[in-house]
């Protein structure tokens, strides 16, 4: 049966304003469904995501089921404080608690050892860890203060899909599976957290990259050793995290990634676009600034200048939507070299193409 699902205006951001006692409200009667097994959308700043109290098997079974979700897919467990986590984990190392208190608040999300008989079986997927983050939105982080509660929260769109950054996204994919949701504006990040995993002393292995980059882990914590998994295309039997496994991200048409000298991916494109939109096919084309006018697609998106890829990593997921509006069959996208927040973008874009790369001579 679908749910009638509610959408709860909080303004700039701010629930805990002057004047914002009608916001305040919305927020504890959100609050209020979560605690008693309801399915809430809440931005992040990251993307929006899906909350349910973890504690309970039947909220967390509903993430599942309303979002189309694999159940051995993990999901992310938020909380409010580090206090919060006493209940949840087991005594975990010093290399956690320094990447907590240089980065919580904020899109990092940390694998630890999960305490036993706790969190619902589900939101581990049958691991003995589990991934834990403390978001920076004011908005998320009264939510969950509120609900007085872990919140499991993957992102609030229907499963394999581009996530939301904005309200109506999570409306257009989840309206009557869900009981909710709060809508805060725009996402800021605009990709999801970083995940990282604890190896000896010293070792952070990047499970998936994110809001966080390596190089800003290596920068706060020098003496530590920072991993990053290879990009191979294969995927793991039992992930241990999410976004390692499945098709994430993805837009309705085919998409493909192009890497080459620019000259070369621009005439590659144009001239795959030519044949196409002969049979009768509609294109697309995701493209920095310095050559989106010169793509003969039927939709060029900007993602700004690759001097800027925080920029692009904003607008991804939106510009990926605007192409299912818009009808789009095929897509391609220029590549981004694969430091700082571009490693989390060419992570994305890898996934929503499903591994498709064109490499064309260098």
């Known amino acids: 049966m679908a749910l009638n699902t509610k959408v709860w205006i909080v303004q700039d951001n701010q629930p805990a304003a002057a004047g914002a006692n009608e916001a305040d409200e919305s927020l504890r009667e959100a609050a209020d469904s979560v605690r ?16 349910a109290n973890a504690l309970m098997t039947e909220a967390v079974e509903g993430i599942f089921q309303a979002k189309g979700r ?9 909380v409010a404080s580090e206090t919060d986590l006493e209940e949840l984990v087991l005594p975990y190392p010093p290399l956690a608690a320094r990447l ?3 980065f919580w608040p904020g899109p990092l999300t940390i694998v630890l050892p999960v305490r036993p008989n706790v969190l619902s079986p589900l939101v581990t997927a049958g691991l003995p860890t589990v991934g834990v983050r403390m978001p920076r939105h004011p908005v998320a982080l009264q939510l969950i203060k509120l609900a007085g509660c872990p919140v499991a929260a993957p992102s609030a769109n229907r ?3 581009p996530s939301p950054t904005l309200a109506s996204h999570v409306l257009e994919d989840l309206a009557g599976r869900i009981d909710g949701i709060i809508d805060g504006g725009a996402a800021g ?29 290596r920068l706060a914590l020098p003496d530590a ?33 192009v890497q080459g000298k620019p000259e070369a991916v621009v005439s590659y494109v144009n001239e795959q676009a030519k044949l196409l939109k002969a049979d009768g096919a509609a294109t697309g084309v995701l493209s920095f600034s310095e050559r989106a006018s010169r793509y003969d697609a039927d939709l060029v998106l900007d993602l700004g200048s690759e001097s800027k890829l925080e920029d692009a990593a ?4 939106s ?43 260098k």
């Open 225 to 257: 050793e920072v991993i990053s998994e290879p990009e191979t295309g294969a995927a793991p039997e039992q992930p241990r995290s999410p976004g390692m496994k499945y098709t994430h991200y993805a837009p309705k048409g085919e998409l493909a990634i």
């Open 189 to 217: 990040v605009g990709l999801e957290s970083t995940v990282v995993e604890l190896e000896g002393e010293r070792g952070i292995r990047i499970l998936r990259p994110g809001g966080v980059t390596a190089e800003a882990i």
């Open 159 to 161: 499963s394999g899909r």
């Open 314 to 317: 904003h607008r991804l997921y």
């Open 70 to 78: 694999p159940s051995d897919n993990p999901l992310i467990v938020h």
């Open 36 to 51: 008693q097994g309801g399915l809430v959308a809440f931005p992040t700043e990251t993307v929006y995501g899906l909350g």
């Open 100 to 102: 907590m208190e240089r």
């Open 319 to 361: 510009a990926l939507r605007r192409f299912d509006e818009a009808g789009i069959d095929r897509i391609w996208s220029e590549a981004c070299p694969a430091e700082g927040i571009g490693g989390a973008l060419m992570n994305r874009l890898v996934k929503a193409s499903g591994g498709t790369i064109v490499e064309l001579d």
